[in-house]
Protein backbone atom coordinates (compact mmCIF):
# COMPACT_ATOMS: atom_id res chain seq x y z
CA UNK A 1 0.00 0.00 0.00
CA UNK A 2 2.94 2.41 0.91
CA UNK A 3 4.40 1.78 -2.85
CA UNK A 4 0.58 2.36 -4.42
CA UNK A 5 0.16 5.40 -2.11
CA UNK A 6 3.69 6.82 -3.54
CA UNK A 7 3.38 6.18 -6.83
CA UNK A 8 -0.21 8.16 -6.55
CA UNK A 9 1.88 11.07 -5.30
CA UNK A 10 4.58 11.13 -7.61
CA UNK A 11 3.04 9.68 -10.59
CA UNK A 12 6.39 7.97 -11.67
CA UNK A 13 7.66 4.30 -11.25
CA UNK A 14 11.16 5.74 -10.52
CA UNK A 15 10.50 8.45 -8.00
CA UNK A 16 7.92 5.98 -6.39
CA UNK A 17 10.69 3.76 -5.68
CA UNK A 18 13.45 5.96 -4.69
CA UNK A 19 10.39 7.10 -1.81
CA UNK A 20 9.80 3.66 -0.80
CA UNK A 21 13.59 1.99 -1.38
CA UNK A 22 12.49 -0.52 -3.60
CA UNK A 23 12.91 -1.18 -7.22
CA UNK A 24 10.77 0.43 -9.84
CA UNK A 25 9.96 -2.97 -11.64
CA UNK A 26 8.41 -3.54 -8.49
CA UNK A 27 6.28 -0.18 -8.45
CA UNK A 28 5.55 -1.73 -11.92
CA UNK A 29 4.46 -4.70 -10.90
CA UNK A 30 1.99 -3.66 -8.47
CA UNK A 31 0.78 -0.75 -10.18
CA UNK A 32 -0.30 -2.94 -12.97
CA UNK A 33 -1.97 -5.83 -10.43
CA UNK A 34 -4.33 -2.99 -9.39
CA UNK A 35 -5.45 -1.48 -12.96
CA UNK A 36 -5.80 -5.28 -13.98
CA UNK A 37 -8.07 -6.07 -10.31
CA UNK A 38 -6.08 -9.18 -9.48
CA UNK A 39 -4.27 -9.77 -6.29
CA UNK A 40 -1.85 -7.37 -5.41
CA UNK A 41 0.13 -10.22 -3.26
CA UNK A 42 0.62 -13.93 -4.19
CA UNK A 43 2.50 -15.87 -1.69
CA UNK A 44 5.02 -17.69 -3.40
CA UNK A 45 4.22 -21.69 -3.49
CA UNK A 46 6.78 -23.67 -1.65
CA UNK A 47 7.30 -27.53 -2.04
CA UNK A 48 6.23 -29.78 0.57
CA UNK A 49 7.14 -33.28 2.04
CA UNK A 50 3.61 -34.56 1.40
CA UNK A 51 3.97 -33.94 -2.50
CA UNK A 52 5.22 -36.82 -3.85
CA UNK A 53 2.69 -39.26 -1.70
CA UNK A 54 -0.62 -37.06 -2.73
CA UNK A 55 -1.25 -39.40 -5.31
CA UNK A 56 -1.15 -42.03 -3.18
CA UNK A 57 -3.40 -40.51 -0.41
CA UNK A 58 -6.40 -39.56 -3.15
CA UNK A 59 -6.63 -43.29 -4.05
CA UNK A 60 -6.92 -44.19 -0.44
CA UNK A 61 -9.69 -41.38 0.00
CA UNK A 62 -11.33 -42.68 -3.43
CA UNK A 63 -10.87 -45.88 -2.16
CA UNK A 64 -12.65 -45.05 0.66
CA UNK A 65 -15.40 -43.21 -0.94
CA UNK A 66 -14.37 -40.44 1.33
CA UNK A 67 -14.11 -42.22 4.57
CA UNK A 68 -10.37 -42.60 5.45
CA UNK A 69 -9.01 -41.60 8.70
CA UNK A 70 -5.95 -39.07 8.87
CA UNK A 71 -4.18 -41.00 11.52
CA UNK A 72 -4.57 -44.35 9.22
CA UNK A 73 -3.27 -42.61 6.08
CA UNK A 74 -0.40 -41.44 8.15
CA UNK A 75 0.82 -44.40 9.49
CA UNK A 76 0.97 -45.88 5.66
CA UNK A 77 2.60 -43.27 4.18
CA UNK A 78 5.39 -43.62 6.94
CA UNK A 79 5.78 -46.83 5.90
CA UNK A 80 6.27 -46.19 2.33
CA UNK A 81 9.21 -43.48 3.72
CA UNK A 82 7.45 -40.35 4.37
CA UNK A 83 9.30 -38.40 6.81
CA UNK A 84 6.82 -35.15 7.29
CA UNK A 85 4.65 -34.79 10.67
CA UNK A 86 1.15 -36.41 11.54
CA UNK A 87 0.01 -32.08 11.27
CA UNK A 88 1.30 -31.89 7.41
CA UNK A 89 -0.61 -35.69 6.51
CA UNK A 90 -3.71 -34.38 8.44
CA UNK A 91 -3.55 -31.08 6.57
CA UNK A 92 -3.60 -32.98 3.14
CA UNK A 93 -6.29 -35.84 3.74
CA UNK A 94 -8.59 -32.92 4.49
CA UNK A 95 -8.16 -31.01 1.86
CA UNK A 96 -8.40 -34.02 -1.12
CA UNK A 97 -11.24 -35.40 0.94
CA UNK A 98 -12.52 -31.59 0.31
CA UNK A 99 -12.27 -31.98 -3.18
CA UNK A 100 -13.54 -35.63 -3.48
CA UNK A 101 -16.70 -34.39 -1.90
CA UNK A 102 -16.71 -31.63 -4.46
CA UNK A 103 -19.80 -32.89 -7.02
CA UNK A 104 -20.84 -35.70 -4.55
CA UNK A 105 -22.89 -33.63 -1.76
CA UNK A 106 -26.27 -34.50 -1.92
CA UNK A 107 -28.81 -30.77 -2.22
CA UNK A 108 -31.85 -30.90 -0.63
CA UNK A 109 -34.32 -29.07 -2.61
CA UNK A 110 -37.31 -27.75 -0.38
CA UNK A 111 -40.24 -29.41 -0.46
CA UNK A 112 -43.33 -27.84 -1.20
CA UNK A 113 -46.38 -29.76 0.33
CA UNK A 114 -50.05 -29.55 -0.98
CA UNK A 115 -52.84 -29.96 1.39
CA UNK A 116 -54.36 -33.72 1.69
CA UNK A 117 -51.45 -34.97 -0.32
CA UNK A 118 -48.37 -37.05 1.85
CA UNK A 119 -48.79 -38.66 5.25
CA UNK A 120 -45.51 -40.28 6.72
CA UNK A 121 -44.94 -42.64 9.63
CA UNK A 122 -42.23 -44.64 11.44
CA UNK A 123 -41.47 -46.01 14.70
CA UNK A 124 -39.58 -45.49 17.72
CA UNK A 125 -38.30 -47.62 20.86
CA UNK A 126 -40.89 -46.82 23.62
CA UNK A 127 -40.71 -46.94 27.72
CA UNK A 128 -40.48 -50.78 28.95
CA UNK A 129 -44.05 -51.73 30.34
CA UNK A 130 -44.43 -55.05 32.58
CA UNK A 131 -41.81 -56.25 31.07
CA UNK A 132 -41.98 -55.64 27.61
CA UNK A 133 -40.88 -52.20 25.20
CA UNK A 134 -43.33 -50.37 23.51
CA UNK A 135 -43.36 -49.44 20.34
CA UNK A 136 -44.38 -45.60 19.60
CA UNK A 137 -46.70 -45.73 16.22
CA UNK A 138 -45.16 -41.51 14.77
CA UNK A 139 -47.57 -40.44 11.68
CA UNK A 140 -46.97 -36.73 10.74
CA UNK A 141 -49.18 -35.12 8.23
CA UNK A 142 -47.00 -32.96 5.74
CA UNK A 143 -48.38 -29.74 5.20
CA UNK A 144 -50.44 -29.04 8.31
CA UNK A 145 -47.46 -30.18 10.49
CA UNK A 146 -49.90 -32.39 12.46
CA UNK A 147 -48.20 -35.06 14.22
CA UNK A 148 -50.39 -38.14 16.17
CA UNK A 149 -48.42 -40.45 18.80
CA UNK A 150 -49.48 -44.08 19.69
CA UNK A 151 -48.11 -46.98 21.90
CA UNK A 152 -48.35 -50.38 19.92
CA UNK A 153 -47.58 -53.44 21.93
CA UNK A 154 -45.56 -54.80 18.61
CA UNK A 155 -45.21 -53.60 15.07
CA UNK A 156 -47.13 -57.17 13.72
CA UNK A 157 -49.53 -55.60 10.43
CA UNK A 158 -52.60 -55.85 12.79
CA UNK A 159 -51.33 -53.35 14.68
CA UNK A 160 -50.08 -51.15 12.42
CA UNK A 161 -53.08 -51.36 10.40
CA UNK A 162 -55.04 -50.34 13.42
CA UNK A 163 -53.03 -47.49 14.34
CA UNK A 164 -53.36 -46.51 10.57
CA UNK A 165 -57.14 -46.52 11.06
CA UNK A 166 -57.35 -44.79 14.27
CA UNK A 167 -54.77 -42.00 12.72
CA UNK A 168 -57.04 -41.24 9.61
CA UNK A 169 -60.19 -40.65 11.98
CA UNK A 170 -58.09 -38.61 14.11
CA UNK A 171 -57.02 -36.79 11.40
CA UNK A 172 -60.47 -36.47 10.04
CA UNK A 173 -60.02 -37.90 6.55
CA UNK A 174 -57.44 -40.05 4.58
CA UNK A 175 -54.58 -38.28 2.77
CA UNK A 176 -53.56 -39.38 -1.07
CA UNK A 177 -49.93 -41.17 -0.30
CA UNK A 178 -48.77 -42.59 2.99
CA UNK A 179 -44.67 -42.70 3.01
CA UNK A 180 -43.28 -45.19 5.30
CA UNK A 181 -39.96 -47.06 5.73
CA UNK A 182 -39.45 -50.76 3.89
CA UNK A 183 -41.21 -53.06 6.73
CA UNK A 184 -42.24 -56.40 6.53
CA UNK A 185 -45.68 -55.29 6.88
CA UNK A 186 -45.49 -53.11 3.68
CA UNK A 187 -42.43 -54.64 1.25
CA UNK A 188 -41.97 -58.41 1.44
CA UNK A 189 -38.68 -57.98 -0.72
CA UNK A 190 -36.44 -56.14 -3.36
CA UNK A 191 -35.87 -57.26 -6.91
CA UNK A 192 -33.45 -55.68 -8.79
CA UNK A 193 -34.61 -52.24 -6.23
CA UNK A 194 -38.05 -52.27 -7.28
CA UNK A 195 -40.11 -53.01 -4.07
CA UNK A 196 -42.57 -56.17 -3.69
CA UNK A 197 -45.48 -55.07 -1.98
CA UNK A 198 -47.62 -56.70 1.14
CA UNK A 199 -50.57 -58.38 -0.12
CA UNK A 200 -52.16 -57.48 2.50
CA UNK A 201 -51.25 -53.69 3.34
CA UNK A 202 -52.53 -53.70 -0.78
CA UNK A 203 -55.94 -54.55 0.55
CA UNK A 204 -55.40 -52.29 3.07
CA UNK A 205 -54.66 -49.61 1.05
CA UNK A 206 -57.55 -50.28 -1.34
CA UNK A 207 -60.30 -50.01 1.32
CA UNK A 208 -58.99 -47.34 2.54
CA UNK A 209 -58.49 -45.79 -0.92
CA UNK A 210 -54.73 -44.92 -0.49
CA UNK A 211 -51.50 -45.42 -1.93
CA UNK A 212 -48.70 -46.23 0.06
CA UNK A 213 -44.96 -45.57 -0.95
CA UNK A 214 -41.63 -46.67 0.55
CA UNK A 215 -38.75 -44.53 0.54
CA UNK A 216 -35.25 -45.61 -0.30
CA UNK A 217 -33.44 -48.13 2.25
CA UNK A 218 -31.24 -46.65 4.98
CA UNK A 219 -32.37 -43.09 3.67
CA UNK A 220 -33.67 -41.20 6.38
CA UNK A 221 -33.39 -37.74 4.76
CA UNK A 222 -36.23 -38.63 2.36
CA UNK A 223 -38.79 -38.43 4.86
CA UNK A 224 -37.52 -36.12 7.72
CA UNK A 225 -40.65 -34.85 9.07
CA UNK A 226 -41.26 -38.36 10.50
CA UNK A 227 -37.95 -38.67 11.75
CA UNK A 228 -38.10 -35.77 13.65
CA UNK A 229 -41.38 -36.47 14.92
CA UNK A 230 -39.91 -39.94 16.59
CA UNK A 231 -37.05 -37.68 17.99
CA UNK A 232 -39.25 -35.22 19.78
CA UNK A 233 -41.69 -38.43 20.78
CA UNK A 234 -38.88 -40.29 22.52
CA UNK A 235 -37.59 -36.92 24.45
CA UNK A 236 -40.67 -35.95 25.48
CA UNK A 237 -42.46 -39.42 26.54
CA UNK A 238 -39.61 -42.40 27.07
CA UNK A 239 -38.03 -41.38 30.72
CA UNK A 240 -34.89 -40.68 30.84
CA UNK A 241 -31.84 -39.16 32.87
CA UNK A 242 -32.75 -35.64 30.65
CA UNK A 243 -36.29 -35.58 31.13
CA UNK A 244 -36.70 -36.75 34.94
CA UNK A 245 -40.13 -38.91 33.69
CA UNK A 246 -41.28 -41.42 36.00
CA UNK A 247 -41.71 -45.22 34.51
CA UNK A 248 -45.10 -45.85 33.40
CA UNK A 249 -47.22 -47.90 36.23
CA UNK A 250 -49.46 -49.57 33.05
CA UNK A 251 -50.39 -49.15 29.28
CA UNK A 252 -53.21 -47.35 29.81
CA UNK A 253 -50.85 -44.59 31.37
CA UNK A 254 -48.62 -44.58 28.57
CA UNK A 255 -51.91 -43.89 26.08
CA UNK A 256 -52.68 -41.05 28.03
CA UNK A 257 -49.41 -39.18 28.49
CA UNK A 258 -49.37 -40.03 24.34
CA UNK A 259 -52.70 -38.16 23.85
CA UNK A 260 -51.58 -35.22 26.14
CA UNK A 261 -48.42 -35.26 23.94
CA UNK A 262 -50.02 -34.45 21.05
CA UNK A 263 -52.56 -31.92 22.37
CA UNK A 264 -49.96 -30.25 23.48
CA UNK A 265 -48.08 -30.29 20.50
CA UNK A 266 -50.19 -30.04 17.57
CA UNK A 267 -51.81 -26.74 19.30
CA UNK A 268 -48.24 -25.19 19.54
CA UNK A 269 -47.20 -22.36 16.85
CA UNK A 270 -44.68 -24.51 14.02
CA UNK A 271 -41.32 -22.35 13.53
CA UNK A 272 -41.67 -22.78 9.65
CA UNK A 273 -45.78 -22.50 9.09
CA UNK A 274 -46.19 -19.57 12.17
CA UNK A 275 -49.56 -21.65 12.35
CA UNK A 276 -50.78 -23.89 15.08
CA UNK A 277 -50.70 -27.56 13.37
CA UNK A 278 -54.17 -28.23 14.74
CA UNK A 279 -55.90 -25.19 13.34
CA UNK A 280 -54.58 -25.83 9.20
CA UNK A 281 -55.42 -29.56 9.77
CA UNK A 282 -59.39 -27.62 10.16
CA UNK A 283 -58.44 -26.37 6.48
CA UNK A 284 -56.60 -28.95 4.80
CA UNK A 285 -59.74 -31.72 5.94
CA UNK A 286 -61.63 -30.20 3.03
CA UNK A 287 -58.80 -32.02 0.95
CA UNK A 288 -58.75 -35.31 2.69
CA UNK A 289 -60.63 -38.17 1.61
CA UNK A 290 -63.58 -39.60 4.02
CA UNK A 291 -62.48 -42.49 5.80
CA UNK A 292 -64.71 -45.51 5.84
CA UNK A 293 -67.13 -46.07 8.06
CA UNK A 294 -66.21 -49.65 8.80
CA UNK A 295 -62.46 -50.33 9.70
CA UNK A 296 -61.07 -53.28 7.45
CA UNK A 297 -60.96 -56.49 9.89
CA UNK A 298 -59.66 -58.95 7.61
CA UNK A 299 -56.07 -58.85 9.53
CA UNK A 300 -57.57 -58.86 12.73
CA UNK A 301 -58.29 -63.16 13.05
CA UNK A 302 -61.69 -64.53 13.64
CA UNK A 303 -64.77 -62.71 15.58
CA UNK A 304 -65.91 -63.84 18.86
CA UNK A 305 -69.18 -62.26 20.30
CA UNK A 306 -68.90 -61.25 24.34
CA UNK A 307 -71.37 -62.48 26.32
CA UNK A 308 -74.13 -60.39 27.45
CA UNK A 309 -73.51 -61.23 31.43
CA UNK A 310 -69.61 -62.56 31.72
CA UNK A 311 -66.69 -60.38 30.10
CA UNK A 312 -64.95 -63.92 28.62
CA UNK A 313 -65.08 -65.33 25.06
CA UNK A 314 -63.71 -68.92 24.17
CA UNK A 315 -60.74 -69.23 21.61
CA UNK A 316 -59.22 -72.42 20.26
CA UNK A 317 -60.08 -74.89 23.48
CA UNK A 318 -59.50 -71.73 25.48
CA UNK A 319 -61.12 -68.81 27.84
CA UNK A 320 -60.08 -64.97 27.80
CA UNK A 321 -61.31 -62.24 29.45
CA UNK A 322 -62.08 -58.90 27.96
CA UNK A 323 -62.81 -55.65 29.50
CA UNK A 324 -66.60 -55.35 31.01
CA UNK A 325 -68.09 -52.39 29.09
CA UNK A 326 -67.51 -55.03 25.89
CA UNK A 327 -70.13 -56.84 27.04
CA UNK A 328 -72.68 -57.74 24.00
CA UNK A 329 -70.25 -56.63 21.27
CA UNK A 330 -68.12 -57.77 18.71
CA UNK A 331 -65.04 -58.47 19.13
CA UNK A 332 -61.86 -60.07 16.91
CA UNK A 333 -59.30 -62.42 18.10
CA UNK A 334 -56.01 -63.77 16.87
CA UNK A 335 -52.47 -65.18 17.39
CA UNK A 336 -49.10 -63.15 17.92
CA UNK A 337 -45.77 -64.98 18.55
CA UNK A 338 -44.69 -68.36 18.64
CA UNK A 339 -43.73 -70.97 21.43
CA UNK A 340 -43.53 -69.52 24.94
CA UNK A 341 -43.92 -65.54 23.91
CA UNK A 342 -47.07 -66.84 22.11
CA UNK A 343 -50.18 -64.41 22.71
CA UNK A 344 -54.08 -64.13 22.06
CA UNK A 345 -54.47 -60.60 20.86
CA UNK A 346 -58.63 -59.39 20.99
CA UNK A 347 -59.26 -56.39 19.06
CA UNK A 348 -62.40 -54.06 19.41
CA UNK A 349 -63.54 -52.03 16.48
CA UNK A 350 -65.11 -48.94 18.26
CA UNK A 351 -66.15 -45.60 16.80
CA UNK A 352 -62.89 -44.10 17.25
CA UNK A 353 -61.08 -47.00 14.86
CA UNK A 354 -59.68 -50.45 16.47
CA UNK A 355 -58.08 -50.47 19.56
CA UNK A 356 -56.80 -53.82 21.52
CA UNK A 357 -58.79 -54.58 24.15
CA UNK A 358 -56.69 -57.45 25.34
CA UNK A 359 -53.47 -59.23 25.36
CA UNK A 360 -53.11 -62.91 26.83
CA UNK A 361 -50.40 -65.62 27.19
CA UNK A 362 -52.12 -68.78 25.46
CA UNK A 363 -54.60 -70.31 28.36
CA UNK A 364 -54.92 -74.33 28.82
CA UNK A 365 -58.37 -75.72 28.31
CA UNK A 366 -60.24 -75.61 31.41
CA UNK A 367 -57.70 -72.95 33.42
CA UNK A 368 -59.03 -69.52 31.88
CA UNK A 369 -56.55 -66.29 31.68
CA UNK A 370 -58.79 -63.63 33.74
CA UNK A 371 -57.02 -59.93 34.19
CA UNK A 372 -58.46 -58.49 36.87
CA UNK A 373 -59.35 -55.00 35.51
CA UNK A 374 -61.54 -56.64 32.93
CA UNK A 375 -64.25 -57.09 35.90
CA UNK A 376 -66.36 -54.70 37.77
CA UNK A 377 -65.62 -54.40 41.63
CA UNK A 378 -67.02 -57.62 43.34
CA UNK A 379 -70.38 -56.85 44.91
CA UNK A 380 -71.35 -58.76 48.12
CA UNK A 381 -72.13 -62.23 47.24
CA UNK A 382 -72.96 -65.76 48.82
CA UNK A 383 -69.91 -65.41 50.83
CA UNK A 384 -69.85 -62.06 51.65
CA UNK A 385 -73.33 -61.23 52.60
CA UNK A 386 -74.51 -57.99 54.61
CA UNK A 387 -77.63 -58.28 56.99
CA UNK A 388 -80.48 -56.94 55.47
CA UNK A 389 -83.82 -56.28 57.33
CA UNK A 390 -86.54 -58.27 56.18
CA UNK A 391 -89.40 -57.18 58.98
CA UNK A 392 -89.69 -54.26 61.66
CA UNK A 393 -88.13 -56.30 64.36
CA UNK A 394 -85.12 -56.90 62.24
CA UNK A 395 -85.24 -53.45 60.92
CA UNK A 396 -85.28 -51.95 65.00
CA UNK A 397 -82.45 -53.83 65.78
CA UNK A 398 -80.28 -52.95 62.67
CA UNK A 399 -81.23 -49.68 63.16
CA UNK A 400 -79.06 -49.83 65.76
CA UNK A 401 -75.95 -49.59 64.44
CA UNK A 402 -72.77 -51.45 63.01
CA UNK A 403 -72.14 -53.03 66.26
CA UNK A 404 -75.36 -55.21 65.56
CA UNK A 405 -74.77 -55.88 62.52
CA UNK A 406 -71.85 -57.33 63.31
CA UNK A 407 -73.09 -59.13 66.16
CA UNK A 408 -75.66 -60.32 64.17
CA UNK A 409 -73.30 -61.45 61.42
CA UNK A 410 -71.02 -63.39 63.93
CA UNK A 411 -73.77 -65.10 66.19
CA UNK A 412 -75.56 -66.66 63.05
CA UNK A 413 -71.79 -68.05 62.04
CA UNK A 414 -71.85 -69.31 65.21
CA UNK A 415 -75.17 -71.10 65.50
CA UNK A 416 -76.83 -68.81 68.17
CA UNK A 417 -80.32 -70.14 69.55
CA UNK A 418 -83.12 -67.78 70.12
CA UNK A 419 -81.78 -64.88 68.17
CA UNK A 420 -84.74 -63.52 67.32
CA UNK A 421 -85.41 -63.02 71.17
CA UNK A 422 -81.88 -61.84 71.83
CA UNK A 423 -82.11 -59.06 69.01
CA UNK A 424 -85.69 -58.00 71.04
CA UNK A 425 -83.77 -57.93 74.27
CA UNK A 426 -81.21 -55.44 72.55
CA UNK A 427 -83.87 -53.24 71.14
CA UNK A 428 -85.82 -52.88 74.52
CA UNK A 429 -82.17 -52.29 76.45
CA UNK A 430 -81.28 -49.19 73.83
CA UNK A 431 -84.94 -47.90 75.78
CA UNK A 432 -82.63 -47.89 78.54
CA UNK A 433 -79.20 -47.09 78.39
CA UNK A 434 -79.25 -45.64 74.60
CA UNK A 435 -78.85 -46.41 71.23
CA UNK A 436 -75.16 -45.77 70.74
CA UNK A 437 -74.34 -47.67 74.28
CA UNK A 438 -76.30 -50.97 73.25
CA UNK A 439 -74.52 -50.90 69.90
CA UNK A 440 -71.02 -51.11 71.31
CA UNK A 441 -72.20 -53.54 74.07
CA UNK A 442 -73.08 -56.00 70.48
CA UNK A 443 -69.98 -54.75 69.05
CA UNK A 444 -67.99 -56.55 72.11
CA UNK A 445 -70.12 -59.14 72.57
CA UNK A 446 -69.28 -60.11 68.50
CA UNK A 447 -65.89 -59.62 68.97
CA UNK A 448 -65.36 -61.81 72.22
CA UNK A 449 -68.28 -64.41 70.78
CA UNK A 450 -70.21 -63.95 73.93
CA UNK A 451 -74.07 -64.82 72.53
CA UNK A 452 -75.71 -66.10 75.64
CA UNK A 453 -78.39 -65.45 77.23
CA UNK A 454 -77.45 -62.94 79.78
CA UNK A 455 -74.12 -61.59 77.95
CA UNK A 456 -75.35 -58.35 76.73
CA UNK A 457 -76.86 -57.61 79.85
CA UNK A 458 -73.84 -58.36 81.79
CA UNK A 459 -71.57 -56.12 79.65
CA UNK A 460 -74.49 -53.35 79.69
CA UNK A 461 -74.31 -53.48 83.74
CA UNK A 462 -70.60 -53.60 83.53
CA UNK A 463 -69.79 -50.55 81.37
CA UNK A 464 -72.54 -48.64 83.50
CA UNK A 465 -71.10 -49.45 86.69
CA UNK A 466 -67.63 -48.81 85.49
CA UNK A 467 -68.81 -45.32 84.41
CA UNK A 468 -71.00 -44.72 87.67
CA UNK A 469 -68.24 -45.51 90.22
CA UNK A 470 -65.42 -43.16 90.26
CA UNK A 471 -61.89 -44.81 89.92
CA UNK A 472 -59.19 -43.78 92.15
CA UNK A 473 -55.99 -44.27 90.77
CA UNK A 474 -52.43 -43.10 92.03
CA UNK A 475 -50.10 -41.06 89.90
CA UNK A 476 -46.69 -41.40 89.50
CA UNK A 477 -45.20 -39.34 92.30
CA UNK A 478 -47.54 -41.06 94.90
CA UNK A 479 -47.23 -44.74 93.32
CA UNK A 480 -47.96 -47.74 95.91
CA UNK A 481 -45.60 -50.09 93.75
CA UNK A 482 -42.30 -51.32 95.73
CA UNK A 483 -39.38 -49.89 94.47
CA UNK A 484 -36.02 -51.31 94.00
CA UNK A 485 -33.99 -48.93 96.27
CA UNK A 486 -33.53 -52.03 98.71
CA UNK A 487 -31.77 -53.90 96.40
CA UNK A 488 -28.66 -51.50 96.51
CA UNK A 489 -27.29 -53.51 99.95
CA UNK A 490 -27.42 -57.28 98.75
CA UNK A 491 -23.90 -58.36 97.52
CA UNK A 492 -21.95 -55.49 99.92
CA UNK A 493 -20.40 -56.70 103.01
CA UNK A 494 -21.11 -55.47 107.24
CA UNK A 495 -18.58 -52.05 107.58
CA UNK A 496 -19.28 -52.28 111.05
Not at 173 to 189: A, H, I, M, Q, R
Amino acid sequence: MEILDAFDLTGSFRDAAELVGCSHHTVARYVAAREAGGQLDVPAARAMLIDEFLPKVEEWVERSKGKVRADVAHEKLLALGFTGSERTTRRAVAAVKRDYRVGRVRVHRPWVTEPGMWLQYDFGDGPVIDGVKVVLFCAWLAWSRFRVIIPLRDKSLPSVMAALDVTFRRLGGVPTYVLTDNEKTVTTEHVAGIPVRNRAMLAFASHYSVVVHTCVPADPASKGGTESTVKIAKADLVPTDANLLEQYASFAQMEAACEAFCDEVNDRVHRITRRRPAQMLASERARLHPVPARALTAAFGVTRQVPAKMPVITFEGGQYSVPAALLGQAVWVRVHGSGPDEQVVITHVGAKGPVEAARHHRADPGSPSLIDEHFPPTSAGALNRMPKAKGKAEAEFLALGEGAALWLTEAAAAGTSRMRIKMAEAVAFAKLFGASEVDQALGHAAVHGRFGDTDLASILDHRAAGSATPRHQASEGSSLTQGTSAWSALGKEDQS
